[in-house]
Each structure stands twice: as structure tokens, then as C-alpha cells.
């Protein structure tokens, strides 16, 4: 039987996964009241744990999609459109099919989502398109994305060793479809990618992922003045030049 596993515990935000389709694992964790996270949640939480932690090491589906319609392009969005029609689309995927959108659902997408304009940014070696890390706060997809934390995020990639954000999308058709977006690992080579490619919701051994908020803060305050997480103040201190004293004032924060 597939089961919950609680890899994140109360430090601000609160996070589970299962391996599981993704309309039986949405269920399963909604159950257990927690809710599918956005890619914003998704990088506040491996800043938040750090880069060698199983959330940062591994890929999960969050809420943004990846939509496709012939005479507007590819389109990132926060409406979950698939979220909300978890058990449709995944039977759709099931079925080789993609889970195509009708007009009130495209409305919605171009009130909320920001175009994947991805021809001018620069190319990995098999023509994928990638934003540099160090330009995340500046390029509108991941501004998009990850809000507010889009440069604090980068500076935890290039700090991983993640240089590349690649972006990987469908081909356009003739019917406006969507594809959930699957968070990718951080990875070898210097990449961690964004995926609105996958056509495999119904695949029964990948990750969903869900957030709750615990009684210390949510996932738009925990950065606040009143906590920080240890690889905050890590990167804090080395970002100051100020080195050699990290593991004394750790030591210090567990009394």
C-alpha cells in the first residue's frame, strides 16, 4: 500500500510526498490535510533544508502548469488546472491522451500566467533553452515562478553547484492542452529543470508532493525576522566573508 512519508518536519513549513499516480496521491495527502505545493513553496523548502536533503536531491509535480495553446504559445500558469481535475487528467494520460482545455479555462490562464518565451534565452548543447541561475530574478518565467525568493533562489542553486535552469516543453497543437510541472532535482552537470513536458501523471512510482503550515509559520513567513533556518545564516555568513565561527553559533542556536 502506498503511504505518506514525512520528510519535512514543522520549521515553517511543513512537507510530505508519496509515490503514487497523481490523482490517488493528491487524494491520499489531502486527506491528511496537506495540499499540492507551488514551485515557489517547492524552493523556499530546499533553501529551507538545504541542498543535500532528499527535497532537494529528488523531483516532485507541483501546482503550475505548462500550457499549450496554438495561437498564444506556451504558457506558464499558477491556475492548478490539473489539480483541479486531477482524476480526468490523469485517466487522460492513462490513456495516451492529453487533457485538453475548454474556453473558460484558457480565460483564466491568460488573466494568470506569464508566456515560456524561451527562443532568446541561451541553448545547452541538444538546443534545450536554459535560464542561467544567476539571472533568475531578472527573467520574467522564473520571477513568475518564484516570486520574491527568485534571486535568494538562485544564490541557493549557484551554491549547489547549479548553474543551468533549463526549461523543457510540448509541442503545440491543434486543441489548447496542459501538463503539470515537474520540479526537477538538483542534478548533475550544473542543471536543475523545469519540466512542463511530461505526459506520465499516471505513472505509479513518482512523486507528489504536498505543504501544510505548522504551528511555527507558514510558507510566506518563515523567512521572517523572527526565524531563519541554519543554511540561511550559513549563507548569510558567507555571503559577509565572515567564516570560521558558522559552527560555533549553530552549536550555540541546538542549546
Known sequence: MNQITIDVKPRGIESAYIV???DKGKETLEKAEYRILSSEENARLRIQEGAKEYISQS???VKECGVYILDKGARLTKVPLVCENAEEATKCHRNGKDYYLNEEQIERVLADSVELDTKRLPKLDDGTSYIPTSELHNEKISTYAFGDIAEEYGR???GAGINKMPIWL???QDK???RQLWFCRLGVGGRSDLN???RNLHFGNIRVRGVKDSAEGTAKNFTSAETYTIAQIQEA???RNILGI???LINELKQ
Open 20 to 22: 503514487a499516480p497523481f
Open 59 to 61: 523531483g516532485n509535480w
Open 156 to 158: 541557493f542553486l549557484r
Open 170 to 172: 510540448a509541442g503545440l
Open 176 to 178: 489548447p492542452f496542459v
Open 196 to 198: 512542463c513536458d511530461y
Open 237 to 239: 555568513l558567507k555571503r
Open 246 to 248: 558558522e559552527q560555533i
